[in-house]
């Protein structure tokens, strides 16, 4: 990727526009309906790091009365921060902008958006504009690593002026983007690198909201050890927005002969032997794009002490309900028999997938943390220490953002990954008796009920794919708070608020949860309990067993030291002088 420098002419920007870090495109009525009816918006993005500037190429293929552009936290349409392009029916006007709560647009008085040029071509409206990273209005966005919110729509008639415009009145879209990532090109796989594509069989996705399909898939028998070196999605055309996140998983070698099976993951009739298929070979979620191992480090796939059975599990979530849409969505590997020097691994942090992990309602910030004790990691791990180089963070639609940080001592001395805005090249080396805690974010301000921990959509996950070599075989380091200090904390609050509720076995824990008098005081002594309690580690093997040891009622990881979040420092640490800005006719 080239660098731009201020001195350019506007005719080398537009030539090196064709080696775009990255270029999206947007469709912006949603993929649930006819193609007919889309209209087509082309973003197409570069980045100067030495400026701390990204430019931005916007295309329109039929501009109507102007084109709206903005970033937000969650890709909400208010408190956004926006590029706006529109006519009053005799002059076209271009603006740096911002949406308030309501989602009422006016033109920001610190104009930080520069236009650069704007031309009508045969295929479509080219809108050429640049910004800085980090503005120091509290009005912009802050343009970061991690993901980017990109909000978009289209004007169908002129305005007056900015201020009649509404954000929730017009035809609108959110598309999600790792805007700003390593300036370093994707690795050259070898010559005599081969693919295999684990999809689902023509699948008709289930009428209902949340779907997690398996699939059982066979590798050639006798096949070889190869080392996977790539792997990347394959979606079915016109599902992008269904097929929310999907893994390939190894079986056990220890599991003889698994049964085929093609259905529901959570169908009680399924082949109990799916349940020792559990060892991670690929994962994907939506916005991820390929996943290249470095050349000195490969996944290991075939050979002996390996299983030629794999389970694909996609998780469709479909809160249209469609019917009759069929899927053969799944993950394509690349692999080659040329093995490097380290078979990789891949390690699941976070929290496990359990209703006793909830959040309250009306929560504007509360955080859940996932721990992978020094116990497990010096239970697991060789005396040398894992060189942790990628990473995938996950959660449900409640999650605002994913920390995984190493502590030692009781310090925290380095971060995993980080995404404030819910990455991908790390280099974290010698972990060893070692704590990783992986810390997310959640807002629950629209929900009415408690959000528990589990697979559906509008439960949440707070999950960290941690990706290293040398491979061993802790395959989950995960936790959940104790489970009986847990029901004293229903207890306690049911005696507290004067209810006299049973909170005998005989009731879940979700329904636990849902008869709670939610109220700040129930929210307040639940974090407490998050960060006292003892927690049960799951320091699992890839055969899905524990390893040795007592893993129940272990003591929270105490943390004395914190790492600073680093974030673009405005210069004399105050805010610009705003100035008054005539909107620019071309």
Not at 168 to 180: E, F, K, N, W, Y
Not at 354 to 375: D, E, N, R, W
Not at 468 to 497: A, M, W
Not at 507 to 518: A, K, P, R
Request: glycine share 8%.
């Amino acid at each position: 990727m080239r660098i731009f420098n201020k001195n350019l002419r506007l005719q080398d920007i537009t030539i090196m526009y064709f080696t775009a870090l990255a270029a999206l495109m947007v469709i912006l009525v949603a993929s649930y309906q006819a193609p007919s009816t889309a209209v087509e918006l082309q973003l197409a993005w570069n980045i100067s790091y030495a400026d701390q500037e990204v430019y931005m190429e916007l295309r329109v293929a039929e501009l109507r009365h102007g084109v709206v552009l903005g970033m937000s936290d969650r890709g909400e349409l208010t408190n956004a921060d926006l590029v706006v392009l529109w006519d009053s029916g005799t002059k076209s006007y271009f603006g740096d902008a911002w949406s308030d709560n309501k989602g009422h647009v006016s033109l920001d008085s610190q104009q930080d958006y520069e236009l650069i040029s704007a031309n009508q071509k045969p295929d479509g409206f080219y809108l050429l504009f640049k910004r800085p990273f980090s503005t120091c209005d509290p009005r912009d966005y802050l343009i970061e690593e991690g993901t980017v919110h990109i909000i978009y729509g289209f004007l169908d008639q002129p305005l007056a002026s900015l201020e009649q415009l509404n954000l929730s009145r017009i035809q609108t879209g959110v598309q999600r983007v790792l805007m700003l990532r390593p300036d370093t090109p994707p690795p050259t796989l070898p010559p005599d690198v081969q693919t295999l594509d684990v999809v689902a069989p023509n699948v008709i996705i289930p009428t209902q909201e949340t779907t997690y399909w398996c699939f059982i898939q066979k590798l050639p028998e006798n096949m070889p050890k190869n080392h996977i070196v790539m792997y990347e999605s394959v979606i079915t055309p016109g599902n992008e927005a269904i097929v929310h996140h999907i893994e390939v998983f190894e079986c056990s070698p220890d599991v003889r002969d698994v049964p085929d099976y093609n259905g529901s993951c959570d169908d009680k009739m399924k082949p109990g032997k799916l349940n020792f298929c559990r060892h991670v070979l690929a994962a994907w979620a939506m916005g991820a794009e390929a996943f290249y191992y470095p050349p000195d480090a490969g996944l290991a796939m075939g050979g002996p002490g390996s299983s030629r059975f794999l389970r694909l599990e996609v998780h469709y979530h479909n809160p249209l309900l469609i019917s009759g849409r069929r899927d053969s969505s799944g993950i394509r590997l690349h692999y080659t028999p040329s093995l490097r020097k380290y078979d990789a691994g891949i390690m699941e942090l976070g929290l496990v997938y359990t209703p006793v992990m909830a959040i309250p309602p009306k929560q504007h910030t509360f955080y859940l943390s996932g721990y992978c004790t020094s116990k497990c990691t010096q239970t697991a791990l060789p005396p040398r220490g894992i060189y942790i180089f990628a990473s995938q963070l996950h959660t449900h639609l409640a999650g605002r953002g994913v920390r995984t940080v190493l502590v030692r001592g009781g310090k925290e001395l380095e971060v995993v990954q980080e995404d404030q805005h819910f990455s991908t090249h790390y280099q974290v080396s010698n972990i060893w008796g070692d704590v990783l805690i992986t810390k997310c974010t959640y807002n629950t301000e629209d929900r009415n009920k408690p959000t528990v921990g589990g697979f559906g959509i509008m439960e949440e996950m707070c999950v960290n794919y941690i990706h290293y070599y040398p491979r061993t075989q802790l395959e989950l380091c995960k936790s959940h708070v104790d489970t009986g200090y847990l029901q004293k904390y229903f207890n306690f609050i049911n005696r507290f608020h004067g209810n006299d509720r049973c909170v005998c076995g005989g009731i879940g824990v979700t329904e636990q949860y849902s008869q709670l008098q939610w109220d700040a005081f129930t929210g307040e002594v639940l974090d407490s309990l998050y960060n006292t309690a003892p927690i049960s580690m799951h320091c699992n093997q890839s055969t899905a067993r524990l390893f040795p040891g007592e893993w129940d009622q272990q003591p929270v990881p105490m943390v004395t030291a914190v790492l600073e979040n680093p974030r673009y420092p405005c210069e004399g640490g105050s805010l610009p002088t705003r100035q008054p800005l005539t909107p620019k006719g071309h």
